[in-house]
């Protein structure tokens, strides 16, 4: 039937509303409503579609970013307009605080610390497609440390444990919870 009678935009003098000719939904994705619906039709649509989005507040609908979300996207923005120079004078600041041993999670405890975005360890096209801890390493002579050792404690009462790196103790990035011992507890595994 849909052959016989033809569809509108579709077919030459077609009467039908229909989209398709069979079951399956054609694909539309990456086309414009010209090359969908024709170019007259389409730039109709285009236009009812701004002016009921208008009439909605705009594409935002009058939503605005909140507080936090402003205080992210200006510190991505400003890493990303900090000078080599900039950048290099911190690393020497982070580097002296380590002693020059240094790794990510350092970094990251660090940045916050002193309110440097810490996703200046992303940003790679500044130095060459290099990360920014082997820069410190080559320019500022540090050493980059891999897998810092854990320290286990636990909870004698509740059995509960709790992990730290051996410089968060050191530099006061964490502290040990009350009532918390060093070690892993009483193993369980294997018994009855």
């Not at 580097?95 to 990251?108: P, Q």
């Not at 909870?155 to 790196?165: V, W």
């Amino acid at each position: 039937m849909i052959s016989n009678y033809g569809r509108i935009n579709y077919d030459s003098k077609g009467i039908l509303t229909n989209i398709t000719v069979d079951s399956r939904p054609p694909n539309w994705r990456g086309k414009t409503y010209e090359e969908i619906y024709g170019e007259e039709r389409g730039l109709e649509l285009k236009r009812v579609k701004t002016e009921q989005q208008i009439a909605r507040g705009g594409y935002f609908r009058g939503r605005k970013h909140r507080e936090e979300s402003k205080r992210r996207i200006g510190i991505k923005s400003a890493e990303s307009a900090l000078s080599e120079e900039y950048v290099m004078k911190r690393g020497k600041d982070f580097c002296n605080f380590f002693d020059n041993k240094i790794n990510r999670s350092k970094w990251h405890w660090w940045a916050r610390e002193n309110k440097i975005g810490p996703n200046i360890l992303k940003r790679k096209s500044r130095f060459g497609g290099k990360c920014i801890l082997e820069i410190f390493t080559e320019r500022l002579g540090a050493i980059k440390e891999n897998n810092p050792p854990l320290l286990w404690y636990y909870h004698p009462m509740t059995k509960e444990t709790y992990r730290i790196q051996d410089w968060e103790l050191e530099y006061g990035a964490k502290t040990v919870p009350d009532g918390y011992v060093r070690g892993r507890g009483v193993c369980t595994f294997g018994k009855k």
